[in-house]
């Protein structure tokens, strides 16, 4: 069969549009997988990294450091590439009230939550965080939940469930750490649902820049006020490589990848995308701190992949 018998009255080239256009959609597809995948590995290593950090470092300068370092490092790469900094008008608002749930709450809430809990178990918490974007972009966005979706959901909460079950009356015992996680998660997923909810002119690089700088000029004052005494002198290279991994890895490219990924994919399904989150956050917390690891990590290791291979293999029907 010829090019031309692709269909009739279609010419050749016009044939080939749609399968170019099905073989850019699936490359795109596939690109936002690979950078999900990436932003589940070197954000579930920081969650020990960030407690190494802050185990010397006080929260509010440490998070002061990490955000305006990411976000100035951003900024950079943007008038590196001949782009320009300005943000239009209409954008200012929406852009700080995506900063304060986005940046500003989940930073802080989640940096202060270590304080106390463990970190694999604090990252399992706070990563509740797809459950609340999903029911949050029903209202929100208008986005409706498919069978596929729903089902991944749930099996996103059993992998949950499986690694916070052992270990329940030892979360119980610091409740503070629960609701200081919990927000964390709610303000990061309405942060999410906001960002998509609005229409953005600029790219998500100049976007996620001004997000950091913003969210971090308030955490900075903070910590002029509140760490007044802190002697950086006496912080161990430890705890300074930990914090330039989290202003870079963490901040630059992880804050930039997520956004990306959220303009790419349905909010439920890019918050699937991250329900692995937590059990690397408990292997790399066990390698690097010492913390347990037991059957739990597997079983919720298991219901994660099954979540992901579900939404993203199943047709997608409305319920």
């Known amino acids: 069969?010829?090019?031309?018998?692709?269909?009739?009255?279609?010419?050749?080239?016009?044939?080939?549009?749609?399968?170019?256009?099905?073989?850019?959609?699936?490359?795109?597809?596939t690109s936002g997988i690979v950078v999900l995948c990436l932003v589940t590995l070197l954000w579930g290593i920081n969650w020990p990294i960030t407690k190494i950090a802050v185990t010397e470092i006080p929260v509010?300068?440490?998070?002061?450091?990490?955000?305006?370092?990411?976000?100035?490092?951003?900024?950079?790469?943007?008038?590196?590439?001949?782009?320009?900094?300005?943000?239009?008008?209409?954008e200012?608002?929406?852009?700080?009230?995506?900063?304060?749930?986005?940046v500003i709450a989940w930073q802080l809430c989640s940096a202060f939550g270590l304080f106390f809990l463990p970190s694999g178990r604090a990252s399992i918490?706070?990563?509740?965080?797809?459950?609340?974007?999903?029911?949050?972009?029903?209202?929100?966005?208008?986005?409706?939940?498919?069978?596929?979706t729903t089902i991944s959901l749930l099996l996103g909460l059993i992998a949950l469930g499986?690694?916070?079950?052992?270990?329940?009356?030892?979360?119980?015992?610091?409740?503070?750490?629960?609701?200081?996680?919990?927000?964390?998660?709610?303000?990061?997923?309405?942060g999410t649902v906001l960002f998509k909810y609005?229409?953005?002119?600029?790219?998500?690089?100049?976007?996620?820049?001004?997000?950091?700088?913003?969210?971090?000029?308030p955490v900075l004052i903070g910590a002029l006020i509140s760490d007044r005494s802190l002697d950086l002198r006496a912080v161990s290279s430890e705890a300074w490589l930990a914090t330039a991994y989290t202003s870079t890895a963490a901040m630059i490219f992880c804050q930039w990848a997520w956004l990306r990924v959220v303009t790419m994919f349905p909010t439920a399904i890019a918050g699937l995308g991250i329900v692995a989150i937590p059990a690397?956050?408990?292997?790399?917390?066990?390698?690097?701190?010492?913390?347990?690891?037991?059957?739990?990590?597997f079983i919720s290791l298991s219901a994660?992949?099954?979540?992901?291979?579900?939404?993203?293999?199943?047709?997608?029907?409305?319920?």
Not at 8 to 28: D, E, I
Not at 73 to 88: D, N, T
Not at 198 to 217: E, F, H, I, K, P
């Open 1 to 29: 069969m010829s090019a031309f018998d692709a269909e009739p009255g279609l010419s050749a080239p016009a044939a080939a549009a749609p399968k170019r256009q099905k073989k850019q959609r699936s490359l795109s597809h």
């Open 60 to 90: 509010w300068t440490f998070r002061a450091i990490s955000l305006l370092v990411g976000g100035f490092g951003l900024l950079l790469l943007c008038v590196l590439r001949g782009a320009s900094l300005r943000i239009a008008r209409r």
């Open 92 to 102: 200012i608002w929406p852009i700080l009230l995506v900063t304060l749930f986005n």
């Open 125 to 148: 918490l706070a990563l509740t965080m797809p459950l609340w974007a999903a029911l949050l972009s029903i209202p929100v966005l208008g986005e409706k939940l498919t069978v596929a």
């Open 162 to 190: 499986a690694m916070v079950g052992p270990q329940f009356s030892e979360i119980m015992a610091h409740p503070i750490g629960i609701v200081l996680m919990l927000a964390a998660a709610i303000s990061w997923a309405l």
């Open 198 to 217: 609005y229409r953005w002119t600029s790219s998500t690089a100049l976007l996620t820049g001004w997000q950091l700088v913003l969210g971090g000029l």
């Open 280 to 297: 690397v956050g408990v292997i790399s917390g066990a390698l690097l701190l010492g913390e347990s690891v037991t059957g739990d990590v």
């Open 304 to 319: 994660t992949m099954l979540a992901l291979i579900v939404v993203f293999m199943k047709p997608k029907k409305q319920v």
